[in-house]
């Protein structure tokens, strides 16, 4: 009878400094990852940048790190990469700090870190600069990961440019990366394809500058979902802002899950989908510009002078109420 060996796993030692830390970025990080100016190997990376840029730091800790549509890793760059895209900005360069618990198999830290090279991939950005900390076992969640990003600027969305009639959309189909998370961590399996939307945004957001849509404002519906979104930009522009909910596309299983749980989808979190303020003359091209990638992209409603401050849902009978700011915590880990 033969044994099946124990995976290789972090040790503390791999955080050391030393031989097993040199190995562990060399044989896995730098394979990965490397390009001209990581594999310099020097405590700081020399850029060169030209005119505005966009910076921009968050830290991953999503849990389960592996779920269907992505993983820690995907999200780690997608999430960054998009917050420069959503300041108009090209992304170009990261940095990435892991944190590793002690025991976490060298299979898993591979695969996140391969995801991360294939999302990197998607925007052209290169992990320039990174670091490595591994802690004792119960530190951690078996691993953190940190990215901050810097890109250059090729507009300027701001939320204070809004003006009544400009028309809102969103980029696809919401509420997907918060009901798979939700579905995960309650062991559900349900009948469909629902997945993560996690994905990086910045092909959308180049092709809509590239265009000439003049994006007055961007954001990536992530925490708080849509509805956070919306309302952040009413009152902190002191418009109000008027949604069909009809015309919010929403999945079945999304729909399904929170009819299930009672959540409202609308603040359901995102991981690849956005929000964006257009004039009204050009809503239809960027519409159409959207539905290039995805086909569930929709115009949901226009910014008006009544109700200032507050985001108004119309129902399919022709009810309204507020949609109000998410409160409370929905769901734990969700990036």
């Known amino acids: 009878m033969t044994s099946t060996p124990s995976p290789r796993r972090i040790q503390l030692s791999h955080g050391g400094g030393g031989v097993e830390m040199n190995q562990l970025i060399q044989k896995l990080f730098f394979k990965y990852l490397g390009n001209d100016i990581l594999l310099r190997d020097e405590d700081a990376a020399r850029l ?25 890793g995907k999200i780690a760059i997608a999430g960054t990469v998009n917050d420069l895209a959503m300041a108009g900005a090209r992304p170009q360069y990261l940095s990435c700090g892991f944190i590793i618990e002690e025991g ?18 998607k925007s052209g950005a290169k992990i320039v600069c990174g670091d490595t900390k591994v802690v004792p076992k119960g530190a951690a969640d078996g691993v953190f990961i940190n990215t901050s990003g810097v890109g250059e600027c090729l507009a300027a969305p701001n939320w204070k440019s ?23 961590r309650e062991g559900m399996s ?21 265009a000439g849509i003049e994006v007055k404002a961007m954001r990536d519906a992530t925490r708080g979902g849509l509805a956070a979104v919306l309302n952040e930009w009413a009152n902190g ?47 239809d091209a960027a519409l159409e510009i959207l539905r290039l990638s995805q086909p569930t992209a929709a115009i949901i409603g226009t910014v008006v002078e009544q109700h200032l401050g507050k985001v108004v849902l119309t129902s399919p009978w022709g009810s309204q109420r507020y949609l109000e700011l998410p409160k409370g915590e929905l769901l734990p880990r969700i990036c």
């Open 48 to 72: 060169e940048m030209t005119g505005p840029i966009a910076f921009t730091t968050d830290s991953f800790t999503v849990s389960p790190r592996t779920f269907a549509g992505g993983d820690l």
């Open 237 to 283: 522009r002191q418009l109000g802002i008027d949604v069909t909910q009809e015309q919010v596309p929403i999945t079945d299983e999304v729909q399904g899950l929170c009819e299930l749980f009672g959540f409202e989808p609308m603040e359901l979190a995102n991981e690849g989908t956005f929000v964006l303020a257009v004039p009204k003359e050009q809503g």
């Open 190 to 210: 349900l009948e469909g394809n629902l997945s993560s939307d996690c994905a990086t945004l910045w092909p959308d957001v180049e092709r809509l500058l590239n």
């Open 104 to 121: 976490l198999t060298f299979s898993e830290l591979e695969q996140l870190v391969k995801s991360m090279a294939d999302e990197l991939a």
């Open 162 to 184: 809004l003006e009544a009639g400009d028309l809102i959309l969103v980029s696809r189909d919401i509420g997907r990366h918060g009901a798979c998370i939700l579905a995960n």
